[in-house]
Structure formats: C-alpha cells, structure tokens
C-alpha cells in the first residue's frame, strides 16, 4: 500500500525560503510520477512541480518556475521541494501525490495523495 506523508510546512516572511519532504513508502517507484500539488482557499488544485523517479524529469508551473525546485532521494524514498523567493500568493496546503502514468499532467491518474502541510507566506 504506498503512503505519503508531508512536512516542512509553516509561516515564512516574504522572499523567504522553505523545503517541504514526502516521505513514500510502499513503492516500487520506479515507474512512478510525484507531483507536488497546492490549494488556496476559494481556488482549484494547481500542479506546482512534477518528477519522475526513473529519469528525474522535471516540470513546473509557470508561477513557480525559477523560484521551486523539486528533486528526489532515492535511497530515502522522498521527494523534495524547495521554494525560494517566496510570496505571498504562495500561501496553500501542498500535497504530495504519486500515480503511474505517461504524463504529469494527467491529474486523475494520480492515484495516491498525502494529507497535506500548510504554507503561508506574510510579513
């Protein structure tokens, strides 16, 4: 049974930085997309970086592109993001997501979420 669990979440001032972790369990992953994924109140789950485990390629939205970063360690079996330049529009819950499919952005494909770390960027 594969699990996601967040952390890294918490209050962080504008331009600032922070590193979120998905620990996954229950794999294989090798055949496996994570995306990261984050909702504000009021709005639509947006997909913010995607990776896949074989070959490590990434992709991220245009709103977080240049500023997040998303990697992986395989020998920890956690996927990474790290967010610089932070801003307030950045505030969300994120989650971890993992599915088997041919593209990131087949968002109901993914078949496996975590239960979400809240961020929120403010002076």
């Known amino acids: 049974q594969v699990q996601l669990v967040e952390s890294g979440g918490g209050l962080v001032q504008p331009e600032g930085s922070l590193r979120l972790s998905c620990a996954a369990s229950g794999g294989p992953f090798s055949d496996y997309v994570m995306g990261w994924f984050r909702q504000a109140p009021g709005k639509e789950r947006e997909l913010v970086a995607a990776i896949r485990w074989r070959v490590g390629f990434t992709y991220y939205g245009a709103s977080v592109k240049g500023r997040f970063t998303i990697s992986r360690d395989n020998a920890k079996n956690t996927v990474y993001l790290q967010m610089d330049n932070l801003k307030p529009e950045d505030t969300a819950a994120y989650y971890c997501?993992?599915?088997?499919?041919?593209?990131?952005?087949?968002?109901?494909?993914?078949?496996?979420w975590g239960q979400g770390t809240q961020v929120t960027v403010s002076s």
């Open positions: 997501a993992a599915g088997a499919m041919t593209s990131v952005f087949d968002v109901k494909k993914y078949a496996y």
